[in-house]
């Protein structure tokens, strides 16, 4: 089906609807807002549900032959999703811990999905009023507050002392002990998707995740950070894909523009 959708017209529709979705966002986070707690301990806000309602309604509006797949409403059957050879897959808030934190460290994620790869990435960061988008063979793209957009890239070989992304919320042992391993590095700390950004436009090197995310946390990201000319694999650098199971749970992964680097040389031997 992406030989037939018009990729980069979708996505700048894409760009118009996570927008929209943002201000929805803005709205309650400049409010007084309620915080629930889902099935899985992790909290829940008005802003969540009134980015999902928005995102689906604009994008079932688009293109009503393609199923929507959103975190907010992620329990459908694998039976019934293994069929989907194209879905959008969202994120309506991606780092709500950021937005209950107001560190401004949160974005809207939508994803197009193609036969278990991302070929459509839209990211925008509200707060900031920073879109990143890119779509399959097409390059990424950054626009800062509603300005010009410029093609983004990553860095092709890494600084001699690397720049490493990490998680603000969630950094684990195992990260810390790989990063003991990489030697000497800069550590960058941040939310959401925005640390896959870092790493598609240069600003970063490497990113790497031993932790628990989902598909909906990295698909949009896994596009812009492969279209700028990096890389999103598993720890054995093999890609990382969607739609290929039952659970919704990723992998742990790294994100990295030197794919002349052998990243998984650092692991501890135990690792998964």
């Known amino acids: 089906m992406s030989e037939i959708l018009n990729l980069e017209q979708l996505c700048r529709q894409c760009v118009t609807i996570a927008r929209e979705a943002g201000e929805r966002i803005l709205e309650i986070y400049n409010s007084d807002y309620s915080i629930e707690e889902k099935d899985d301990k992790s909290p829940l806000t008005d802003a969540d549900l009134a980015a999902h309602n928005a995102i689906v309604k604009a994008l079932s509006t688009l293109t009503p032959e393609i ?10 059957p694998f039976a019934e999703r293994r069929q989907w050879h194209t879905y959008w897959l969202v994120d309506p808030l991606d780092g709500t811990k950021e937005f ?57 070989q890494a600084r001699d002392k690397p720049v490493v992304v990490g998680s603000r919320s969630h950094a684990s042992e195992q990260f810390l002990a790989y990063m003991k391993n990489l030697g000497d590095a800069e550590l960058l700390s941040m939310g959401s998707s925005l640390k896959f950004c870092l790493v598609a436009e240069g600003r970063a090197d490497h990113y790497p995740r031993k932790g628990l995310t989902s598909e909906w946390d990295t698909a949009a990201a896994q596009c812009i950070v492969e279209q700028a000319g990096g890389r999103v694999t598993k720890l054995d650098m093999t890609e990382l894909n969607y739609n290929t199971k039952d659970s919704l749970l990723n992998p742990f992964f790294f994100v990295f523009g030197d794919a002349g680097r052998d990243w998984s040389a650092y692991l501890e031997p135990d690792a998964d």
């Open 67 to 76: 199923p929507v797949l959103s975190e907010e409403s992620a329990k459908l």
């Open 100 to 156: 209950i934190k107001r560190n401004g460290e949160f974005t809207v994620n939508i994803a197009l999905i193609h036969n278990h790869q991302s070929v459509i990435g839209v990211i925008h960061v509200p707060v900031l009023n920073i879109d990143y988008y890119g779509w399959q063979q097409g390059g990424s793209f950054k626009i800062e507050q509603g300005g010009e957009a410029r093609a983004i890239h990553v860095q092709t």
